[in-house]
């Protein structure tokens, strides 16, 4: 009985000792193993590194505010793809593309998350979307807007315009 009491209260002891040392009193001590992948590839932010593009693309012709179908009151704003056209990408910049239309107070823009991958196998076209969203037919009283479309490149040396037009949207019932 006295060999296993013993060997209790050395287990006791051993934990005790043990979270202690391990703990925030002793400094120094750390009985975690290391992740060592994670500290072998260096940590990335998005929005840096760099991207060479070699051309954007708009069309202009096909950004219009049109009546839903059947019969619905509400306007969407369309709005082609752009593509850009990308020579090679180091680190993680972002593409932005976006429309704003001020009178309507209304801005739409969707995000590419670059990488790598998008050139590794040679220069590459991307489409970037932005989302038919509708619009309350209420706010559409003019037959045209002046809009913005804009594609930019965010990099580690700041935020870049590729492409800034300024466009009338129709608006087709």
């Known amino acids: ?90 680190g993680q910049p972002i593409l932005a593309y976006k429309i704003r239309i001020p009178a309507l107070g209304i801005e739409r823009s969707s995000s590419a998350f670059l990488d790598e991958s998008y050139t590794e196998d040679g220069p590459t076209t991307l489409a970037l979307s932005l989302d038919d969203g509708p619009v309350e037919p209420g706010r559409v009283t003019q037959s045209s807007y002046e809009a913005e479309v804009s594609v930019l490149l965010r990099s580690q040396s700041g935020t870049r315009v590729l492409r800034q037009v300024s466009v009338t949207v129709e608006v087709r019932e």
């Open 1 to 90: 009985m006295r060999a296993s009491g013993a060997a209790v209260w050395l287990s006791v002891l051993a934990v005790v000792v043990l979270s202690v040392a391990s703990g925030p009193l002793v400094a120094g001590v750390d009985f975690t193993a290391e992740d060592t992948e994670s500290q072998s590839a260096p940590e990335r932010a998005l929005g840096s590194g760099n991207a060479t593009v070699t051309d954007v693309s708009l069309d202009l012709d096909g950004i219009r505010l049109e009546r839903g179908d059947y019969g619905s009151q509400t306007y969407y704003l369309q709005v082609p793809d752009a593509t850009v056209d990308l020579q090679s990408v180091t």
